[in-house]
C-alpha cells in the first residue's frame, strides 16, 4: 500500500488532518453519505441536520395553554387551588378524601374518684336475715351485689387472700362472711379511696375490722329505722 495513505500531520492542539485534505477546505462525503464537518468549524456548527448555535430556540410549545374540557366534562381537579370545605379533593382520583378517624381514648387503668363514688350507691347486699338464709352464694350472685365484674372479685381474692370454698370444677362459693369481708373491701376501695396496698395493711392491723364494720352498718340501719319513725309521729 502506497505510504501517502499513512502521512498525518498534527497541529498543535493534536487535531489530525486528513490526508488529501487542506485547512479551509469543505469537508469531503463519508462512506455513508453525510457530510463530515471541516476541521476549522467551530463547535456545534450545523451540518444539515441541527439548527445553528445563534438561532433562537422556540419555547412557544412549552407556554401553550391546555384544551378546553369537552362540553359535560368535569375539569381536572386543581392541586394547588383552594380545595372544598366538605374536605380536600384526592389527587389522582378526584374523590373526596375521607377524614382520619379521631382516637378514641382508653378506658383501662384506675377509675376516676367519681365514678368509684358512683359504685358506692349501686352496692345492694341483703341485711343479715335475708343473707344467713344461705350457707354460700355462687360469684355471680355476689358481683350483682356489688354491681362489680367476676373478674374483680378473682382479683380480691388473690389480692387480700380470701378463703373461699370451691367444687371440682372450680367454681368460687362465698358464706355469709366472706361476704361481710368483701363488702368492707369494696368500702375501703371505693369509699374512703385506699390503694389495694393500703387496704390489705388496714385488714393486717385490725384483725377484727369486718366484725365492727358488721357493727356499725347494724346501728347505721337501727339509726335510719329510728329517724324514718320519728317522722312518721
Same mark, same amino acid.
Given at each position: 500500500?502506497? &505510504?501517502?495513505?499513512?502521512?498525518?500531520?498534527?497541529?498543535?492542539? @493534536?487535531?489530525?488532518?486528513?490526508? @488529501?485534505?487542506?485547512?479551509?477546505?469543505?469537508?469531503?462525503? @463519508?462512506?455513508?453519505?453525510?457530510?463530515?464537518?471541516?476541521?476549522?468549524?467551530?463547535? *456545534?456548527?450545523?451540518?444539515?441536520?441541527?439548527?445553528?448555535?445563534?438561532?433562537?430556540?422556540?419555547?412557544?410549545?412549552?407556554?401553550?395553554?391546555?384544551?378546553?374540557?369537552?362540553?359535560?366534562?368535569? $375539569?381536572?381537579?386543581?392541586?394547588?387551588?383552594?380545595? $372544598?370545605?366538605?374536605?380536600?379533593?384526592?389527587?389522582?382520583?378526584?374523590?373526596?378524601?375521607?377524614?382520619?378517624?379521631?382516637?378514641?381514648?382508653?378506658?383501662?387503668?384506675?377509675?376516676?374518684?367519681?365514678?368509684?363514688?358512683?359504685?358506692? *350507691?349501686?352496692?345492694?347486699?341483703?341485711?343479715?336475715?335475708?343473707?344467713?338464709?344461705?350457707?354460700?352464694?355462687? /360469684?355471680?350472685?355476689?358481683?350483682?351485689?356489688?354491681?362489680?365484674?367476676?373478674?374483680?372479685?378473682?382479683?380480691?381474692?388473690?389480692?387480700?387472700?380470701?378463703?373461699?370454698?370451691?367444687?371440682?370444677?372450680? &367454681?368460687?362459693?362465698?358464706?355469709?362472711?366472706?361476704?361481710?369481708?368483701?363488702?368492707? /373491701?369494696?368500702?375501703?376501695?371505693?369509699?374512703?379511696?385506699?390503694? /389495694?396496698? @393500703?387496704?390489705?395493711?388496714?385488714?393486717?392491723?385490725?384483725? *377484727?375490722?369486718?366484725?365492727?364494720?358488721?357493727?356499725?352498718?347494724?346501728?347505721?340501719?337501727?339509726?335510719?329505722?329510728?329517724?324514718?319513725?320519728?317522722?312518721?309521729?
Amino acid at each position: 500500500m502506497p &505510504d501517502e495513505q499513512f502521512q498525518f500531520a498534527f497541529d498543535f492542539f @493534536g487535531e489530525p488532518e486528513k490526508p @488529501g485534505q487542506k485547512p479551509g477546505e469543505p469537508a469531503v462525503p @463519508g462512506a455513508d453519505g453525510i457530510p463530515e464537518k471541516p476541521a476549522d468549524a467551530p463547535y *456545534g456548527a450545523a451540518t444539515g441536520d441541527l439548527p445553528a448555535p445563534d438561532a433562537p430556540f422556540d419555547f412557544s410549545f412549552v407556554y401553550d395553554d391546555p384544551a378546553p374540557p369537552a362540553p359535560g366534562a368535569e $375539569p381536572f381537579p386543581d392541586p394547588l387551588g383552594p380545595q $372544598p370545605a366538605s374536605g380536600l379533593s384526592e389527587y389522582l382520583s378526584g374523590a373526596p378524601a375521607e377524614p382520619a378517624p379521631e382516637k378514641t381514648k382508653s378506658k383501662r387503668g384506675r377509675k376516676s374518684q367519681k365514678a368509684m363514688a358512683e359504685e358506692v *350507691g349501686l352496692v345492694q347486699v341483703p341485711p343479715d336475715e335475708e343473707l344467713l338464709k344461705k350457707q354460700y352464694y355462687g /360469684i355471680r350472685e355476689v358481683s350483682e351485689m356489688f354491681a362489680v365484674n367476676a373478674s374483680l372479685l378473682r382479683y380480691w381474692e388473690a389480692a387480700f387472700g380470701l378463703q373461699l370454698r370451691k367444687n371440682r370444677k372450680g &367454681d368460687r362459693f362465698f358464706t355469709p362472711q366472706d361476704i361481710k369481708t368483701v363488702q368492707l /373491701i369494696h368500702d375501703l376501695l371505693r369509699r374512703r379511696k385506699f390503694t /389495694i396496698d @393500703g387496704a390489705r395493711d388496714f385488714l393486717k392491723r385490725n384483725k *377484727g375490722a369486718d366484725q365492727r364494720y358488721e357493727l356499725i352498718q347494724s346501728l347505721q340501719r337501727v339509726r335510719k329505722f329510728l329517724l324514718e319513725l320519728k317522722a312518721h309521729m
